[in-house]
């Protein structure tokens, strides 16, 4: 049986637009309503930095602190969380040489990595910024998907930074045209182990999210993806890990003079793309309407909530950024039935109070004014 985790109590000081804000939960949904520009989505993105890396907009650390402030931020938690009840806090403060850095406290004690809150909540999220995901670049996709594995498998994040900090080094001793073997060769072997890692969890999780949009589509209201993986030596990838790993070194090695030429690493888990068709339409998602997309992407998130809380037997906690506003009145309805159905806590956001109605009483409903709320 799937376990809730839920946000109990939020502070925020000097976050965007808040200057002071404190919300006491009551484990409902919540619904923030107001004006455009008011900070709804500023408060989803606090939210978002209970997670590890950059929070829902990817933000530049220094671009967060409130105008006028003292150059941090904070944002304080109080969870029910996987591993029980703590209490989170996380900001940035600015170092001896004038660094402004994350830091991150747990119960009172600070954290070794902010990888550490994968063991207290999983968050995921959909914002209008994404509706283009589609049609955007494949980096945009490829971070996408990777924020899809990063909430099964924590580590896939650490591996993702290693690769791009060996393929950095190679990259680096090529344009200085240092062809020395021995340390190509273990920067490579170290490229090919991480890379193939990285393939195989996105493999792998887009192998269980494909059975499970499967098993779903008589059911849902909202369109089925089908999904794969390309653009990473498709050709290689149903061989056994090991030879896997042993031709991508052969690859790399053969391949030094090229990519000196061209200033960068050609061939690798940084070129995949991720793949999606709209499987009742037989087309491809990116020659889809703009509705289709959105509605296709909703599925997509809502199957992927529910394999984490399959996964790891606790549901996720969602944030949905203005996710009602080009629904129609029984999608709207539709949505909200699949996002209580996975007994997790989401956090929704729009300007009509009116577009949730079909919530009634399983939201808690809160007001947001100029960076101010009222519960």
Same mark, same amino acid.
């Given at each position: 049986?799937?376990?809730?985790?839920?946000?109990?109590?939020? #502070?925020? &000081?000097?976050?965007?637009?808040?200057?002071?804000? *404190?919300?006491?939960?009551?484990?409902?949904? +919540?619904?923030?309503?107001?004006?455009?520009?008011?900070? #709804?989505?500023?408060?989803?993105?606090?939210? /978002?930095?209970? $997670?590890?890396?950059?929070?829902?907009?990817r933000a530049v650390l220094s671009d967060i602190p409130r105008v006028g402030a003292s150059? $941090?931020?904070?944002?304080?938690?109080?969870?029910?969380?996987?591993?029980?009840?703590?209490?989170?806090? &996380?900001?940035?403060?600015?170092?001896?040489?004038?660094?402004?850095?994350?830091?991150?406290? !747990?119960?009172?004690?600070?954290?070794?990595?902010?990888?550490?809150?994968?063991?207290?909540?999983?968050?995921?999220?959909?914002?209008?910024?994404?509706? *283009?995901?589609?049609?955007? /670049? $494949? /980096?945009?996709?490829?971070?996408?998907?990777?924020?899809?594995?990063?909430?099964?498998?924590?580590?896939?994040?650490?591996?993702?930074?290693?690769?791009?900090?060996?393929?950095?080094?190679?990259?680096?001793?090529?344009?200085?045209?240092?062809?020395?073997?021995?340390?190509? /060769?273990?920067?490579?072997?170290?490229?090919?182990?991480?890379?193939?890692?990285? @393939?195989?969890?996105?493999?792998?999780?887009?192998?269980?999210?494909?059975?499970?949009?499967?098993?779903?589509?008589?059911?849902?209201?909202?369109?089925?993806?089908?999904?794969?993986?390309?653009?990473?030596?498709?050709?290689?990838?149903?061989?056994?890990?090991?030879?896997?790993?042993?031709?991508?070194? %052969? !690859?790399?090695?053969?391949?030094?003079?090229?990519?000196?030429?061209?200033?960068?690493?050609?061939?690798?888990?940084?070129?995949?793309?991720?793949? +999606?068709?709209? !499987?009742?339409?037989?087309?491809?998602?990116?020659?889809?309407?703009?509705?289709?997309?959105?509605?296709?992407?909703?599925?997509? +998130?809502?199957?992927? @909530?529910?394999?984490?809380?399959?996964?790891?037997?606790?549901?996720?906690?969602?944030?949905?950024? %203005?996710?009602?506003a080009h629904l129609d009145e029984g999608r709207r309805a539709s949505l909200f039935a699949?996002?209580?159905?996975?007994?997790?806590? @989401?956090?929704?956001?729009?300007?009509?109070?009116?577009?949730?109605?079909?919530?009634?009483?399983?939201?808690?409903?809160?007001?947001?004014?100029?960076? %101010?709320?009222? @519960?």
């Amino acid at each position: 049986m799937t376990q809730k985790t839920q946000i109990q109590r939020l #502070k925020l &000081t000097d976050f965007r637009n808040y200057a002071q804000a *404190g919300l006491a939960l009551d484990g409902r949904h +919540v619904v923030l309503v107001g004006d455009n520009g008011a900070g #709804k989505t500023n408060f989803m993105e606090a939210i /978002s930095f209970l $997670s590890p890396g950059r929070g829902l907009r990817r933000a530049v650390l220094s671009d967060i602190p409130r105008v006028g402030a003292s150059g $941090s931020f904070t944002v304080f938690a109080s969870i029910e969380g996987m591993a029980g009840e703590a209490d989170i806090g &996380t900001g940035t403060e600015t170092t001896e040489e004038g660094n402004l850095v994350r830091r991150l406290r !747990i119960n009172g004690g600070p954290a070794k990595s902010v990888d550490e809150l994968t063991d207290h909540l999983r968050i995921l999220w959909l914002t209008p910024a994404m509706d *283009g995901l589609f049609t955007g /670049s $494949s /980096s945009d996709r490829r971070r996408f998907l990777d924020r899809l594995v990063l909430s099964l498998d924590p580590a896939h994040g650490r591996r993702a930074s290693d690769f791009e900090r060996a393929m950095r080094s190679r990259n680096k001793l090529l344009s200085e045209g240092r062809f020395d073997p021995t340390w190509l /060769s273990g920067i490579e072997q170290q490229m090919a182990a991480l890379g193939v890692a990285m @393939a195989a969890a996105r493999r792998e999780m887009l192998g269980l999210l494909s059975g499970l949009i499967e098993a779903d589509r008589e059911t849902s209201a909202f369109p089925s993806a089908s999904l794969a993986l390309t653009g990473f030596l498709d050709d290689l990838a149903d061989l056994p890990a090991f030879e896997f790993e042993e031709r991508y070194i %052969e !690859i790399l090695a053969q391949s030094r003079h090229r990519d000196a030429a061209a200033g960068r690493t050609l061939d690798g888990p940084h070129r995949a793309d991720l793949m +999606v068709r709209h !499987i009742e339409k037989d087309m491809d998602a990116e020659r889809c309407s703009t509705g289709e997309q959105k509605a296709l992407l909703i599925g997509l +998130v809502l199957a992927h @909530a529910r394999l984490v809380a399959t996964m790891t037997g606790f549901a996720p906690i969602l944030l949905l950024d %203005e996710i009602a506003a080009h629904l129609d009145e029984g999608r709207r309805a539709s949505l909200f039935a699949r996002i209580d159905a996975l007994g997790g806590q @989401a956090f929704m956001t729009g300007t009509d109070k009116a577009m949730f109605s079909a919530l009634g009483d399983r939201a808690q409903f809160v007001t947001v004014s100029d960076g %101010e709320i009222d @519960a």
